[in-house]
T-cell receptor
Framework: DGGITQSPKYLFRKEGQNVTLSCEQNLNHDAMYWYRQDPGQGLRLIYYSQIVNDFQKGDIAEGYSVSREKKESFPLTVTSAQKNPTAFYLC???????????????FGEGSRLTVL | AQKVTQAQTEISVVEKEDVTLDCVYETRDTTYYLFWYKQPPSGELVFLIRRNSFDEQNEISGRYSWNFQKSTSSFNFTITASQVVDSAVYFCALSVGGSQGNLIFGKGTKLSVKP
């Protein structure tokens, strides 16, 4: 079945360590996104990519890095520079139609990161 | 600037009651899309509906219906005869023309449907 796979589902990290969250999609979607969700908050965009080897910062990119070497994969690294990394991270993808992305996002099940 | 406001943080109803989730949006763009997503306890967001700014027709899908009113900048979501499986967090979101698909989410409304 087509979909988005995020791993790991739960992750614990010590302060000062970098951690990479995996996101893979087999939907043949062009665009991929990383969102952060905090309790009682909406989703906030970290990074997005519309094409391989290209990505743009979202609203809260500081302390995060991404790569897009393959269409199917968009890993997110949470670096030690991220001051408050404990959160729920959601990866999503969407089709690009013409000049305007449809905005219909397909989401993975998320990765919950806890910094000890 | 664009903004989505979901004033209801949490709603609790008893099964079979009707419930309306409110969404108010702000944008100066004339071309935009509005969305509703459902986030069940499993965590992934599930797409429910997309509506573009030029189509104010209300939509019904089974027990779900959506009321889009540009005059009040609202895009409300009603569940008729709610069921326990409807318990989830519901997000309203906005995408403006040329935004490259970046969705602006409201903070969500947590709906609890009790048997």
């Amino acid at each position: 079945d087509g979909g988005i796979t995020q791993s790991p589902k739960y992750l614990f990290r010590k302060e000062g360590q970098n951690v990479t969250l995996s996101c893979e999609q087999n939907l043949n979607h062009d665009a991929m996104y990383w969102y952060r969700q905090d309790p009682g908050q909406g989703l906030r965009l970290i990074y997005y990519s519309q094409i391989v080897n290209d990505f743009q910062k979202g609203d809260i990119a500081e302390g995060y890095s991404v790569s897009r070497e393959k269409k199917e994969s968009f890993p997110l690294t949470v670096t030690s520079a991220q001051k408050n990394p404990t959160a729920f991270y959601l990866c999503a993808s969407s089709i690009i139609r013409g000049q305007l992305l449809t905005g219909e996002l397909f989401f993975g099940e998320g990765s919950r990161l806890t910094v000890l | 600037a664009q903004k989505v406001t979901q004033a209801q943080t949490e709603i609790s109803v008893v099964e079979k009651e009707d419930v309306t989730l409110d969404c108010v949006y702000e944008t100066r763009d004339t071309t935009y899309y509005l969305f509703w997503y459902k986030q069940p306890p499993s965590g992934e967001l599930v797409f429910l509906i997309r509506r573009n700014s030029f189509d104010e027709q209300n939509e019904i899908s089974g027990r779900y219906s959506w009321n889009f009113q540009k005059s009040t900048s609202s895009f409300n979501f009603t569940i008729t005869a709610s069921q326990v499986v409807d318990s989830a967090v519901y997000f309203c979101a906005l995408s403006v023309g040329g935004s490259q698909g970046n969705l602006i989410f409201g903070k969500g409304t947590k709906l609890s449907v009790k048997p």
